[in-house]
T-cell receptor, first 113, second 114 residues
Framework: AQSVSQHNHHVILSEAASLELGCNYS??????LFWYVQYPGQHLQLLLK??????LVKGIKGFEAEFIKSKFSFNLRKPSVQWSDTAEYFC???????????FGKGTRLHILP | EPEVTQTPSHQVTQMGQEVILHCVPI?????FYWYRQILGQKVEFLVS????????KSEIFDDQFSVERPDGSNFTLKIRSTKLEDSAMYFC????????????FGEGSWLTVV
């Protein structure tokens, strides 16, 4: 069965710090990978996605993620965070041929001004 | 950018009452979903719907839940007899196809069961 693990439940950083949020998945075949962000009081928004090709994908607001197939990982990175990045971040996986996506438990990111 | 729209944004209902949550998926999308997020917990898959029938459902989606696409645009989630533990944010989502496409989420409907 598909599963997604996000290792950090709550991360607190100062502005301008670098960010890396871990995500590992479990699935027996080819996957599509996603990071969604949920700002306080708002809905889920797509940050970036990986379907195929270059394993380093760039998303909105300066975020990027790298798919490392051998490690079943899809970590999210940003070189310099801003206060406005305070949100909850969800890693998600979808098996190719499957309908649904499965979410990780989310990481609450709190940026100190 | 096209959006998935949901109504109501917030509903308070008494335990045992029926609730219908409404969604208008993106117009050319063919796959529709409901997810829920209990406060402080992860986003959980409830059901997927394609070609006018349920294609997959989770253990959470028991007999008290049902989905319907009553016309060409709406996609509803009905909870027949609400329980306190049904209090959650319910997200509707849609996708153009299954794999290889992004799933777009609506803003959610907060359901509070009292």
């Amino acid at each position: 069965a598909q599963s997604v693990s996000q290792h950090n439940h709550h991360v607190i950083l100062s502005e301008a710090a670098s960010l890396e949020l871990g995500c590992n998945y479990s699935y027996g075949g080819t996957v599509n990978l996603f990071w969604y962000v949920q700002y306080p009081g708002q809905h889920l928004q797509l940050l970036l996605k990986y379907f195929s090709g270059d394993p380093l994908v760039k998303g909105i607001k300066g975020f990027e993620a790298e798919f490392i197939k051998s490690k079943f990982s899809f970590n999210l990175r940003k070189p310099s965070v801003q206060w406005s990045d305070t949100a909850e971040y969800f890693c998600a996986v979808r098996g190719v041929g499957d309908d649904k996506i499965i979410f990780g438990k989310g990481t609450r990111l709190h940026i100190l001004p | 950018e096209p959006e998935v729209t949901q109504t109501p944004s917030h509903q308070v209902t008494q335990m045992g009452q029926e609730v219908i949550l409404h969604c208008v998926p993106i117009s050319n999308h063919l796959y529709f979903y409901w997810y829920r997020q209990i406060l402080g917990q992860k986003v959980e898959f409830l059901v997927s719907f394609y070609n006018n029938e349920i294609s997959e459902k989770s253990e959470i989606f028991d007999d008290q839940f049902s989905v319907e696409r009553p016309d060409g645009s709406n996609f509803t989630l009905k909870i027949r007899s609400t329980k306190l533990e049904d209090s959650a944010m319910y997200f509707c989502a849609s996708s153009e196809s299954s794999s290889g496409n992004t799933i777009y989420f609506g803003e959610g409907s907060w359901l509070t069961v009292v």
